[in-house]
């Protein structure tokens, strides 16, 4: 029975292993990675890159569980149930997959987003062998002991309180949750020290029978390993992988596009030095068609590191900060625009009126053609670095196809880029962004911070 | 702290390939060393130049002058405006940035191959002719202690690193943070600020590292035309002298500051690479350290399960000897004594019992490994190379990887028994003290 559904699932690899290839140009044609993709009869998407640069392997699997899959009361199971992969499978112990995968120093890490989880091995090309079978055995048979829930869950937890100490982990806790309110992306990924609590073994099995599913996932490989290779590791360890019961699957919750009704100041009182600002609002989806305009726009405002304004005004003129930068998170639900600074606690009102004035500039007038160009040679010319590495290559492959990119998304993209306007940047700026509406939150010393300057009369009632 | 715990990982090797045959090597005239490394994957470079100053070569009562200078290094030439630099490097799709250590500055751009030609004339430019236009000076300032608030000041375990760092050593200005201390940074002036930049920033005191997709021959004649007509600063460079006594007896400090867990910091004065000791105290701390099958991991966190995270930190690339550190947060309900004695425990079981050969092997393998999924970026490629030239000679790397290939269990028992004694220790405790509170107010 069981060599028959190899042998079956064999000959299916045979014919649709080179179905569809795609190559992936960095820059010149010379230096183009072919790309082949494919996907199984169980469902599961395969994208494959080979690189011979270096004997190593990197494989990214991503799967569709995430916060957006959470029930409210469960907050931080999809990360809890990634990280409980790596703690115990039918044939192995925690400690027993530590140390055989650290003894070929290899890596296998879980990681979880606001959007999916993946699992990532890094291994050299003489382990590959090895290093499948473990990431294999983790994705497919974890026991999820209870001792080592429950050791996980105070790992968690600790850290959780921990984190309370760094005060942009405050702010940006408190302004999610002011944001989206009910909506997942309104939670930390990990979960809050309440609903660790209350997630139970059952819940972590549920779950993971539910999500970790071959359809639901998208497998990316990258390095030096040989397509009839792959094949054969996929054949021989990932072969049995079958979706259990679809009628389970549970829905992705809509987000409900509702502008905020008032702006809202949040005040976090921490005996620090500096006052940790953000600053923001709703932002846009990944998958809507203003997102390229929005990035030549975002680069101009605040995401261009140095050639950024508010990097210009806020720290080369005025000297009130090391770091300002603004960013739309373009997720798979609208996820949110801020721009995050810290200043001392003296400066808080100045720069909160300097961060509306950009906005409101950027609202209201054209960008320079200079700037304009500027934006887009960097976002179309840094392409090659950001997939240098077949670590980096591998992540973003499984990526586009995540987000439903396409599979000709890098040599499109410079086109996306290129077709923004003027004209582009000012509607979408206008349409984006909003000098009314917003949330701010400002963790620092209350007594210092001084908020006269940005308040003006006529808001403050 | 930081940036080490990243060379630690990767930067003790024992390579499989060799490197060596890579590396091309050039001297200029003026004494301004070109190492070259081709690597044709990818159509992208990392140019690197590498200036041997950082915070232990600077006076007292200017700490942090390294790295102010290293900030103004961005705020013009008297050809190019403030900024104009970092500009022109990300319109052609690059990214740049410095950092300062205790021993070195270095700068870098990562960039299309093709471009490389910009970071050689931008990065000769700035050599000389630094505008250091005292507005930008004053401005500048401002801009390092809001860097130092933010990681410094308001961040209680960096806060706890700076008192041990400074506790552990009482002669060797390794003890003053590379930022400075506040109150140094406000004093410095733009009349000093020169003459540091016209001391050390000479083309006999730096060297270029490029790593990527380029060609020797097409960019060692650029290096020429912009770095060959600069001379040899004529100010001697006064380079530290001081050494640190033995230590005769445990330094304690703590820390009283907002937090919400305690953490330990526990610091061994140790010698640097290449002193013999080194190569053992390197697989030492990947047994103690490295991964959740480590030591420390194995035994604090999960088994005991005293603390959230532990660490050991052997930093052994500096110039001149620096520390081997232990550190941990306490778990919550945990006593951060606990902590402490549990952190002894493992040092005197590694001192007790023989480190088997496959718990030796597996740390050699971890640092193998890493180093070579560490070549596929350009960066780090030329990092290493500079790093071993920083320490004397790029060459070095070889001498490193043989001597790790060499360590037994008994020289990494030795070598715990020797340095990682009582007398020999800074320990630091964070003790949080804490209050907060949340006001809401609506804008209308």
């Given at each position: 029975m069981?060599?028959?559904?190899?042998?079956?699932?064999?000959?299916?690899?045979?014919?649709?292993?080179?179905i569809?290839?795609?190559?992936?140009?960095?820059l010149?044609?010379?230096?183009?990675?072919?790309?082949?993709?494919?996907?199984?009869?169980?469902?599961?998407?395969?994208?494959?890159?080979?690189?011979?640069?270096?004997?190593?392997?990197?494989?990214?699997?991503?799967?569709?569980?995430?916060?957006?899959?959470?029930?409210?009361?469960?907050?931080?199971?999809?990360?809890?149930?990634a990280?409980?992969?790596?703690?115990?499978?039918?044939?192995?112990?925690?400690?027993?997959?530590?140390?055989e995968?650290?003894?070929?120093?290899?890596?296998?890490d879980?990681?979880?987003?606001?959007?999916?989880?993946?699992?990532?091995?890094?291994?050299?090309?003489?382990?590959?062998?090895?290093?499948?079978?473990?990431?294999?055995?983790?994705?497919?048979?974890?026991?999820f002991?209870?001792?080592?829930?429950?050791?996980?869950?105070?790992?968690?937890?600790?850290?959780?309180?921990?984190?309370?100490?760094?005060?942009?982990?405050?702010?940006?806790?408190a302004?999610?949750?002011?944001?989206?309110?009910e909506?997942?992306?309104g939670?930390?990924?990990?979960?809050?020290?309440?609903?660790?609590?209350?997630?139970?073994?059952?819940?972590?099995?549920?779950?993971?029978?539910?999500?970790?599913?071959?359809?639901?996932?998208?497998?990316?490989?990258?390095?030096d390993?040989?397509?009839?290779?792959?094949s054969?590791?996929?054949?021989?360890?990932?072969?049995?992988?079958?979706?259990?019961?679809?009628?389970?699957?549970?829905?992705?919750?809509?987000?409900?596009?509702?502008?905020?009704?008032?702006?809202?100041?949040?005040?976090?009182d921490?005996?620090?030095?500096?006052a940790?600002?953000?600053?923001?609002?709703l932002?846009?989806?990944r998958?809507?068609?203003?997102?390229?305009?929005?990035?030549?726009?975002?680069?101009?405002l605040?995401?261009?590191?140095?050639?950024?304004?508010?990097m210009?005004?806020?720290?080369d003129?005025?000297?009130l900060?090391?770091s300002?930068?603004?960013?739309f998170?373009?997720?798979?639900?609208?996820?949110q625009?801020?721009?995050?600074?810290?200043?001392?606690?003296?400066?808080?009102?100045?720069?909160?009126?300097?961060?509306?004035?950009q906005?409101?500039?950027?609202?209201?007038?054209?960008a320079?053609?200079?700037?304009?160009?500027?934006?887009?040679?960097?976002?179309?010319?840094?392409?090659?670095?950001?997939?240098?590495?077949?670590?980096?290559?591998?992540d973003?492959?499984?990526?586009v196809?995540?987000?439903?990119?396409?599979?000709?998304?890098?040599?499109?993209?410079?086109d996306?880029?290129?077709?923004?306007?003027?004209?582009?940047?000012?509607?979408v700026?206008?349409?984006?962004?909003?000098?009314?509406?917003?949330?701010?939150?400002?963790?620092?010393?209350?007594?210092?911070?001084?908020?006269?300057?940005?308040?003006?009369?006529?808001?403050?009632? | 702290?930081?940036?080490?715990?990243?060379?630690?990982?990767?930067?003790?090797?024992?390579?499989?390939?060799?490197?060596h045959?890579?590396?091309?090597?050039?001297?200029?005239k003026?004494?301004?060393?070109?190492?070259?490394?081709?690597?044709h994957k990818?159509?992208?470079a990392?140019?690197?130049?590498w200036?041997?100053?950082?915070?232990?070569?600077?006076?007292?009562?200017?700490?942090?002058?390294s790295?102010?200078?290293?900030h103004?290094?961005?705020?013009g030439?008297?050809?190019?405006?403030?900024?104009?630099?970092?500009?022109?490097?990300?319109?052609?799709?690059g990214?740049?940035n410095?950092?300062?250590?205790k021993?070195?500055?270095?700068?870098h751009?990562?960039?299309?191959?093709?471009?490389?030609?910009?970071?050689?004339?931008?990065?000769?430019?700035?050599?000389?002719?630094?505008?250091?236009?005292?507005?930008?000076?004053?401005?500048?300032?401002?801009?390092?202690?809001?860097?130092?608030?933010?990681?410094?000041?308001?961040?209680?375990?960096?806060?706890?690193?700076?008192?041990v760092?400074?506790?552990?050593?009482?002669?060797?200005?390794y003890q003053?943070?590379?930022?400075?201390?506040?109150?140094?940074?406000?004093?410095i002036?733009?009349?000093?600020?020169?003459?540091?930049?016209?001391?050390?920033?000479?083309p006999?005191?730096?060297?270029?590292v490029?790593?990527?997709?380029?060609?020797?021959?097409?960019v060692?004649?650029k290096?020429?035309?912009?770095?060959?007509?600069?001379?040899?600063?004529?100010?001697?460079?006064?380079?530290?002298?001081t050494?640190e006594?033995?230590?005769?007896?445990?330094?304690?400090?703590?820390?009283?500051k907002?937090?919400?867990?305690?953490y330990?910091?526990?610091?061994?004065?140790?010698?640097?690479?290449?002193?013999?000791?080194?190569?053992?105290?390197?697989?030492?701390?990947?047994?103690?350290s490295?991964?959740?099958?480590?030591?420390?991991?194995k035994?604090?966190?999960?088994?005991k399960?005293?603390?959230?995270?532990?660490?050991?930190?052997?930093?052994?690339?500096?110039?001149?000897?620096?520390?081997?550190i232990?550190?941990?947060?306490?778990?919550?309900?945990?006593?951060v004594?606990?902590v402490?004695?549990?952190?002894?425990?493992?040092?005197?079981?590694?001192?007790r019992?023989m480190?088997?050969e496959?718990?030796?092997?597996?740390?050699?393998?971890?640092?193998?490994?890493?180093?070579?999924?560490?070549?596929?970026?350009?960066?780090?490629?030329?990092?290493?190379?500079?790093?071993?030239?920083?320490?004397?000679?790029?060459?070095?790397?070889?001498?490193?990887?043989?001597?790790?290939?060499?360590?037994?269990p008994e020289?990494?028992?030795?070598?715990?028994?020797?340095?990682l004694?009582?007398?020999?220790?800074t320990?630091?405790?964070l003790?949080?003290?804490?209050?907060?509170?949340e006001?809401?107010?609506?804008?209308?």
């Amino acid at each position: 029975m069981e060599s028959k559904k190899w042998k079956m699932l064999f000959f299916v690899f045979c014919f649709s292993l080179f179905i569809f290839h795609f190559p992936f140009l960095t820059l010149s044609q010379a230096h183009a990675v072919e790309i082949k993709k494919q996907t199984l009869p169980n469902g599961l998407t395969v994208l494959h890159a080979e690189r011979h640069n270096l004997p190593i392997v990197m494989l990214t699997l991503l799967i569709k569980a995430s916060p957006l899959n959470e029930p409210a009361d469960k907050a931080g199971i999809a990360y809890l149930t990634a990280k409980m992969l790596t703690e115990g499978t039918q044939k192995r112990k925690a400690s027993e997959i530590r140390e055989e995968i650290e003894f070929v120093g290899a890596s296998l890490d879980t990681s979880t987003g606001s959007d999916y989880t993946t699992i990532s091995l890094s291994v050299l090309k003489k382990d590959i062998e090895k290093g499948f079978e473990i990431f294999s055995d983790v994705l497919q048979n974890p026991s999820f002991p209870e001792e080592e829930i429950n050791r996980m869950k105070e790992i968690i937890k600790g850290s959780l309180r921990q984190s309370e100490e760094d005060p942009s982990f405050v702010a940006s806790k408190a302004f999610i949750k002011e944001v989206f309110d009910e909506h997942p992306y309104g939670r930390l990924v990990n979960g809050s020290i309440e609903s660790i609590d209350s997630i139970k073994q059952d819940d972590i099995i549920r779950f993971y029978h539910e999500h970790y599913l071959p359809e639901n996932a998208i497998l990316s490989v990258v390095g030096d390993l040989t397509s009839e290779d792959l094949s054969s590791l996929i054949e021989r360890h990932l072969g049995q992988w079958k979706a259990k019961d679809r009628s389970q699957k549970t829905e992705v919750r809509k987000q409900t596009e509702e502008k905020l009704r008032e702006k809202k100041i949040i005040v976090i009182d921490k005996d620090i030095t500096q006052a940790n600002i953000i600053f923001g609002h709703l932002g846009i989806a990944r998958e809507n068609p203003d997102y390229y305009a929005v990035s030549v726009m975002n680069y101009i405002l605040g995401g261009g590191g140095f050639a950024s304004r508010l990097m210009k005004v806020v720290r080369d003129e005025m000297g009130l900060t090391y770091s300002i930068y603004s960013s739309f998170s373009g997720n798979k639900e609208p996820g949110q625009f801020e721009v995050e600074v810290q200043t001392k606690n003296e400066s808080a009102g100045v720069v909160i009126k300097e961060i509306l004035k950009q906005i409101n500039k950027i609202r209201t007038e054209t960008a320079t053609d200079r700037e304009l160009k500027d934006a887009k040679a960097y976002l179309t010319g840094s392409f090659p670095r950001r997939l240098e590495t077949s670590r980096r290559i591998a992540d973003f492959l499984a990526a586009v196809q995540f987000y439903n990119l396409g599979d000709d998304y890098i040599e499109k993209y410079p086109d996306y880029i290129n077709r923004v306007t003027k004209e582009d940047v000012l509607r979408v700026a206008e349409k984006y962004l909003n000098p009314e509406n917003y949330v701010i939150v400002i963790v620092g010393n209350q007594k210092k911070i001084d908020l006269s300057h940005f308040q003006s009369p006529k808001n403050v009632h | 702290m930081r940036l080490f715990k990243f060379v630690l990982i990767f930067a003790l090797l024992f390579i499989p390939f060799t490197i060596h045959a890579s590396v091309k090597e050039y001297t200029l005239k003026n004494g301004l060393k070109v190492l070259i490394i081709e690597d044709h994957k990818a159509p992208v470079a990392t140019f690197q130049i590498w200036y041997r100053v950082g915070s232990k070569d600077e006076p007292a009562g200017k700490t942090g002058i390294s790295h102010l200078l290293e900030h103004m290094m961005f705020k013009g030439t008297h050809k190019y405006g403030s900024k104009v630099f970092s500009n022109i490097i990300q319109r052609n799709g690059g990214t740049d940035n410095a950092h300062t250590t205790k021993d070195y500055t270095m700068y870098h751009q990562t960039l299309s191959s093709d471009r490389i030609g910009l970071s050689v004339e931008l990065e000769a430019d700035r050599m000389r002719n630094l505008l250091l236009d005292p507005k930008e000076v004053t401005n500048e300032k401002n801009v390092v202690m809001e860097e130092r608030r933010m990681r410094y000041e308001d961040d209680p375990q960096s806060s706890l690193y700076e008192e041990v760092i400074s506790t552990a050593f009482k002669a060797h200005p390794y003890q003053w943070p590379v930022i400075g201390w506040m109150s140094d940074i406000a004093s410095i002036e733009r009349k000093e600020l020169y003459r540091y930049y016209r001391s050390y920033y000479s083309p006999d005191n730096a060297f270029i590292v490029i790593s990527g997709d380029v060609k020797a021959e097409d960019v060692l004649p650029k290096i020429k035309k912009n770095f060959g007509n600069i001379k040899p600063s004529k100010r001697s460079v006064i380079k530290n002298r001081t050494e640190e006594p033995q230590q005769r007896g445990e330094k304690r400090v703590y820390l009283k500051k907002e937090a919400e867990l305690p953490y330990i910091l526990i610091a061994y004065h140790v010698p640097s690479f290449p002193h013999e000791d080194s190569f053992a105290l390197d697989v030492l701390s990947t047994i103690l350290s490295a991964g959740k099958s480590s030591r420390l991991y194995k035994g604090i966190v999960y088994e005991k399960q005293l603390a959230l995270n532990a660490f050991a930190d052997y930093s052994g690339f500096h110039r001149d000897p620096f520390l081997f550190i232990f550190g941990a947060t306490a778990a919550p309900e945990k006593n951060v004594e606990d902590v402490e004695k549990a952190i002894y425990d493992e040092i005197e079981k590694v001192k007790r019992e023989m480190p088997t050969e496959r718990e030796i092997q597996k740390a050699k393998n971890q640092i193998e490994a890493g180093f070579v999924f560490a070549q596929d970026s350009t960066y780090s490629r030329a990092f290493y190379v500079g790093m071993f030239e920083m320490l004397g000679n790029w060459r070095l790397m070889g001498k490193y990887l043989e001597e790790i290939r060499k360590v037994k269990p008994e020289d990494v028992q030795a070598v715990a028994k020797k340095y990682l004694t009582d007398d020999n220790r800074t320990v630091g405790i964070l003790i949080p003290t804490k209050s907060r509170k949340e006001e809401v107010g609506s804008g209308k």
